[in-house]
């Protein structure tokens, strides 16, 4: 029977894409590996190839087409020896509908429930967490929808616009345009002498960061993921962050490493882990982890601005997330200030970056069980912003914190002792933690599932110190 | 100090042999069918991929097969194998089953590492193969470690460690050629140079890009090897497997190959022309040249396409279990974090 052509996906989150260009015609004959079909989406574009023989029998979805739903058949194959009167046979195959679009990964686990663990699953589409006014946006601003990939481009060109010294460099930022496409248009605009791609050198282009820092300019240091950063940690922690005490102040260094931190979807351990705690410890570092698009965009000015050393950890699941962005010329998010998310007196979580999409569904889930929770978004670790915690707690005298990263020395276990300090006569019930399992993230779909924290995981804590 | 006997050296990117020696019928078949069961697979695996049976990241192979076929070959029970994350392909010439490697894409039980590695990261201590690592060059030190082991041990045993054009950029690269030589470590550095790390060029990366010269500062003889043709691999595999196990210490086999498909499975394809790539494939495929060597050597269509019949049955055998196989016990989340 002849074979069917399905609309492949470029990547675990996609589930449409255009059908570029046919470059085979019905009737041509077709070997394994030949290149017969374009498609693209916002982010790539990918060679359709075959893997069978024979001849095209039929293009399903002409050229030009936008957004086939992927495993949409869109050609067939007949096998040596089959005629297009064997066209016939193949089962006519509705496009599936949108609800139906990504039905494969779940069919092949033989569980129609099993949740493939797509970003977009695990993340409100707009973040809840503009539902509160930001006391840095004047009443009545014009905002804009943006997406936190828009916001960080526009963050780091506003700031190039402004200063001569700031330049970024890193793994494929210039003319790939970013591998996340954070960086996209940059070298256009700026140039290559200001947009600088590098070998692939974490531990040498980060010291030649730092010390071009030391020499004055304002280097943005983009690490393709924080998990390559390993390879560069000794010059953030033992050169960046120490210098200016080392030198009696004579000398720091005003420079920005940014990139993806936090669990990325099946990437397995070595992709997959969150630093917030690992570089919250060093004295003369900023730690800055936003959650909202605006915050994204504003504290990523202000870290550019500062004169110290920036560790700003992004979230790649974060990156099409669209959100509401002031239009002022100049809006910057100070750092080590948190944000009350959301406002209630029962119960306190204090929250970061992905942390914060558990955490405000969680709150959700517990408004309708008649439990008010405060959701404070910390957008700094370090310095941390322990004032708006403890205030906090005092009126609500329980506190449940959420991170993705590994509980043992973890941010949660900071913001805890803090509380307990500041705030042990105010509390109703020891602070509890919930986390990233302790265990590096493992590939399964099931288990990576199981790894991460989860929105019921914070709904059980609160209630756990409600004694509810 | 100098060594005079170092005549591999002088080779350094300069000389590009003629035709390499001829393989036996036997060797031509074995090529063929080691090279074509990793390209279906590859193959396979995209399939899959594109339905959402796999995951993440997925680096294919499909272009490359010479380079780690032909290094098999030359190869003796107990050396090692080691490289980075686009390792479907030495995992199969290994000798690594089709279905556990498929099932790990899958993140099944039945995968070489119960589900929980996935596609970058499998090992398997019976085929001596050690991983699959997924931060680019941490494998070259890595590798350098299990040569240290064997010279330790005093046995024969070569470890053959497989790293890209960009990830020769590395500092503990250089780090760990310093080490080998100094303590004449019997490691082979096969350099997979194919042209592109994810969509930097080489020469948009590299100060030299003659990979086989890599070493010079630290006298490691380097040799640049025409990676599509895998008689050429096997015999710069002979000669480096040989001064090795001779006791002289590393050797750099820079393989000029290139990858047919995107970086991983998500690649904006802008870096490189469609032409460059069809011009490759069109002219130097290394599974072409085998099969047009056996055609002309007269081995007829048929029995060449009972080869292809054969390794698309082991693939498809592959697939099947890799999606039917059930995920992992919730249990196994904890488990292998300390023995
Ligand atoms: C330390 C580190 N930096 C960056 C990456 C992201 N990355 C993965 S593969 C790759 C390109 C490597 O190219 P090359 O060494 O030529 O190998 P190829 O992919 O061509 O086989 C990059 C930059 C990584 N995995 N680890
Ligand atoms: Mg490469």
Same mark, same amino acid.
């Given at each position: 029977m002849p074979i069917q052509v399905l609309m492949p996906a470029l990547s675990p989150t996609m589930e449409k894409g255009n059908l570029a260009k046919w470059l085979k015609k019905e009737g041509e004959t077709i070997k394994s590996g030949d290149v017969i079909a374009e498609i693209e989406t916002d982010k790539a574009t990918m060679e359709v190839e075959a893997t069978d023989e024979g001849t095209l029998g039929k293009i399903l979805i002409p050229e030009g087409t936008a957004d086939v739903l992927v495993n949409t058949p869109i050609a067939t194959i007949l096998a040596d020896g089959e005629s297009a009167a064997d066209l016939a046979k193949v089962p006519a195959a509705p496009a599936p509908k949108a609800a139906e679009a990504a039905p494969a990964a779940a069919e092949a686990k033989g569980d129609a429930k099993a949740e493939a663990p797509q970003p977009a699953a695990k993340v409100p589409a707009a973040p809840v967490s503009e539902a509160l006014p930001d006391p840095e946006i004047p009443a009545g601003t014009e905002m804009v929808t943006q997406t936190i990939r828009e916001a960080l481009r526009d963050a780091m060109a506003e700031e190039m616009r402004r200063d001569g010294d700031v330049f970024i460099m890193g793994e494929e930022v210039a003319e790939y345009q970013g591998a996340y496409k954070v960086t996209q248009g940059l070298l256009q605009e700026f140039g290559a002498r200001r947009v600088i791609d590098t070998p692939i050198t974490e531990h040498g282009f980060a010291g030649v960061g730092v010390g071009a820092a030391m020499a004055g300019l304002k280097p943005i240091v983009e690490f393709m993921t924080w998990n390559f950063a390993m390879q560069a940690i000794d010059q953030i922690i033992n050169s960046a962050a120490k210098t200016l005490y080392m030198s009696g102040g004579q000398m720091g260094c005003s420079i920005v490493f940014r990139g993806p931190n936090g669990a990325a979807a099946r990437v397995a351990a070595q992709h997959s882990q969150d630093y917030a705690a690992w570089y919250s410890q060093v004295p003369g570092l900023k730690v800055v982890a936003p959650y909202s698009a605006s915050d994204y965009k504003g504290l990523l000015k202000a870290a550019i601005r500062d004169p110290n050393p920036v560790v700003f950890l992004e979230n790649e699941m974060l990156y099409g997330h669209t959100g509401e962005i002031p239009k002022l010329d100049d809006f910057v998010v100070p750092i080590g200030k948190a944000r009350i998310a959301r406002a209630g007196k029962d119960v306190t979580i204090v929250s970061w970056a992905m942390g914060m999409s558990y955490a405000l569904k969680a709150a959700d889930e517990l408004a309708k069980e008649g439990v008010e929770a405060e959701v404070i978004d910390l957008r700094t670790i370090r310095p941390m912003d322990t004032e708006t915690i403890i205030n906090s707690v005092k009126k609500t005298g329980r506190a449940v914190t959420v991170e993705e $990263?590994?509980?043992?020395?973890g941010v949660g276990s900071e913001v805890a002792a803090r509380i307990m300090e500041h705030a042990f006569d105010y509390l109703d019930a020891p602070v509890a933690r919930v986390s $990233?399992?302790?265990? =590096?993230? =493992?590939?399964?779909a099931n288990l990576e599932k199981l790894a991460l924290p989860s929105v019921a995981e914070v709904v059980a804590a609160a209630k756990a110190v409600s004694y509810r | 100090m100098a060594t005079p006997k170092k005549t591999v050296a002088k080779e350094s990117g300069q000389e590009k042999a003629g035709s390499p020696p001829e393989f036996s019928r036997e060797q031509e078949l074995k090529a063929l069918r080691d090279m074509l069961l990793i390209r279906r697979f590859e193959e396979k695996a995209g399939q899959l991929y594109g339905m959402g049976a796999i995951g993440g990241f997925c680096h294919l192979y499909i272009g490359q097969e010479a380079v780690v076929v032909g290094m098999q070959m030359a190869l003796k029970q107990g050396d090692e194998v080691i490289t980075g994350y686009r390792d479907h392909g030495h995992m199969l010439a290994c000798g690594m089953e089709s279905r556990g490697v498929m099932a790990e894409l899958t993140g099944r039980r039945g995968g070489y590492s119960r589900g929980k590695g996935g596609s970058m990261h499998m090992f398997s201590k019976e085929k001596h193969f050690y991983g699959g690592h997924g931060i680019v060059g941490a494998q070259v030190s890595l590798g350098t470690g299990l040569a240290f082991a064997n010279r330790y041990r005093g046995n024969d045993n070569v470890s053959v460690t497989y790293f890209g054009d960009g990830a020769a950029n590395q500092g503990q690269v250089y780090e760990s050629f310093n080490m080998a030589e100094l303590w004449k470590l019997p490691v082979i550095y096969v350099i997979e140079n194919n042209r592109y790390a994810m969509g930097t060029s080489v020469s948009r990366a590299s100060a030299q890009q003659d990979f086989s010269k890599r070493g010079v500062s630290f006298n490691i003889p380097g040799k640049q090897v025409d990676g599509m043709d895998v008689r050429a691999v096997k015999a710069a595999a002979d000669e480096a497997t040989a001064w090795c196990r001779g006791g002289n210490g590393p050797i750099i086999l820079e393989m000029q190959t290139y990858r047919y498909r995107g970086h991983s499975m998500s690649d904006p394809a802008k870096y490189r022309t469609r032409e460059e790539v069809e011009k490759v494939r069109h002219d130097q495929d290394p599974i072409e040249q085998v099969r047009n060597r056996l055609l002309a050597d007269g081995v007829s269509e048929q029995d060449l396409k009972a080869i292809d019949a054969e390794v698309r049955e082991i693939v498809n055998e592959a697939a099947d279990f890799a999606q039917h196989d059930p995920e992992p016990d919730a249990s196994e989340l904890y488990t292998d974090i300390y023995r």
């Open positions: $990263g590994w509980q043992q020395s $990233g399992k302790d265990v =590096p993230m =493992p590939y399964a | -």
